[in-house]
């Protein structure tokens, strides 16, 4: 990370704006009086981009931000310019006091230069902005103040961190983490493959033993159809059977409607005789 442009407002010791211009500058000296405002440069930076200042965090269950605001005011803002990867992003934090929430006091906002303007990539909440910052810069705070910056009074800092804090700082500074992650990938992608090829053995065991039954399915197959052309002719002569009993039944259904009308033509005949 390349910091190409600083703007504080009202924040620490700068009251309103205040603009640091960096470009074409490699190698810089702050000078001055206790108190002038040197740290305080360094701190908008680590502000802007991590939430942190004079060591310490601000918001998002840190300290109250309120004391970094200058005195009398009651909103601060810092603008950073950088280059990260080849490319000009900058990040702008917020703070007001006046806030109705203290979610929504903090504002971040991560851009990148298209070549035609700045372009907002932020989304969602303000750590999520920070964790964006974080994976663009591919180190946190801790690892910052322990390598590219040491904290006035704390240049012993990573030497008289604990073994488990050296090792975290120094898998920082070296991207050691992207092989953890692509680490943890490759092991979840074996898993994957495990369990695939585990389902993939318990098909082919239930396969093996489907074919392991082919012969008795063939022998059963077999004598169903041997049973099958003992039947046939036994349905066909038991279809014709049917046939015939239904022709009859037709026939004696017939002579019964005929037996009816004549019964009911001799009944009216003695009724008409009578009379």
């Given at each position: 990370?390349?910091?190409?442009?600083?703007r504080?407002y009202?924040?620490m010791?700068?009251?309103?704006?205040?603009?640091?211009?960096?470009?074409g500058?490699?190698?810089?000296?702050?000078?001055?009086?206790?108190?002038n405002g040197?740290?305080a440069?360094?701190d908008?930076?680590?502000?802007?981009l991590?939430?942190?200042?004079?060591?310490r965090?601000?918001?998002?269950?840190?300290?109250?931000?309120?004391?970094l605001?200058?005195q009398?005011?009651?909103?601060?803002?810092i603008?950073?310019?950088?280059?990260?990867?080849?490319?000009?992003?900058?990040?702008?934090?917020k703070?007001?006091?006046?806030?109705?929430?203290?979610?929504?006091?903090?504002?971040?906002?991560?851009q990148?230069?298209t070549?035609?303007?700045?372009?907002?990539l932020?989304?969602?909440?303000?750590?999520?902005?920070?964790r964006?910052?974080q994976?663009?810069?591919?180190?946190?705070?801790?690892?910052?103040?322990?390598?590219?910056?040491?904290?006035?009074?704390?240049?012993?800092?990573?030497?008289?961190?604990?073994?488990?804090?050296?090792?975290?700082?120094?898998?920082?500074?070296?991207?050691?983490s992207?092989?953890e992650?692509?680490?943890?990938?490759?092991?979840e992608?074996?898993?994957?493959?495990?369990?695939?090829?585990?389902r993939?053995?318990?098909?082919?065991e239930?396969?093996?033993?489907?074919?392991?039954r082919?012969p008795?399915?063939?022998?059963?197959?077999?004598?169903?159809?041997?049973?099958?052309?003992?039947v046939?002719?036994?349905?066909s002569?038991a279809?014709?059977?049917e046939?015939?009993?239904?022709a009859?039944?037709d026939?004696?259904?017939?002579?019964?409607?005929?037996?009816?009308?004549?019964?009911?033509?001799i009944?009216?005949?003695?009724?008409?005789?009578?009379?």
């Amino acid at each position: 990370m390349i910091p190409r442009q600083l703007r504080l407002y009202n924040f620490m010791s700068y009251q309103g704006e205040t603009e640091l211009d960096l470009y074409g500058i490699h190698v810089a000296c702050l000078s001055g009086d206790n108190g002038n405002g040197k740290s305080a440069l360094l701190d908008a930076m680590t502000w802007a981009l991590w939430g942190w200042a004079r060591g310490r965090r601000y918001g998002q269950g840190g300290a109250s931000p309120d004391e970094l605001v200058y005195q009398g005011q009651t909103e601060m803002e810092i603008t950073l310019d950088f280059e990260a990867n080849d490319t000009d992003h900058r990040v702008i934090r917020k703070y007001s006091k006046n806030a109705k929430s203290r979610n929504a006091a903090t504002i971040v906002d991560l851009q990148v230069n298209t070549g035609e303007g700045y372009r907002s990539l932020t989304v969602g909440s303000v750590g999520d902005s920070e964790r964006q910052l974080q994976h663009l810069l591919r180190m946190d705070y801790e690892t910052f103040v322990n390598s590219a910056f040491l904290l006035q009074g704390q240049a012993d800092r990573f030497t008289t961190s604990k073994p488990a804090e050296r090792k975290e700082t120094l898998a920082g500074i070296l991207g050691l983490s992207l092989y953890e992650r692509l680490e943890d990938r490759a092991k979840e992608r074996v898993r994957e493959h495990d369990s695939l090829l585990a389902r993939n053995q318990i098909d082919r065991e239930s396969v093996e033993r489907a074919l392991g039954r082919r012969p008795e399915i063939e022998e059963t197959l077999a004598v169903a159809e041997e049973s099958l052309e003992e039947v046939t002719p036994q349905l066909s002569s038991a279809k014709a059977e049917e046939d015939m009993l239904l022709a009859r039944l037709d026939t004696l259904q017939r002579v019964q409607q005929e037996a009816q009308e004549l019964r009911e033509t001799i009944t009216r005949g003695e009724v008409e005789a009578k009379q």
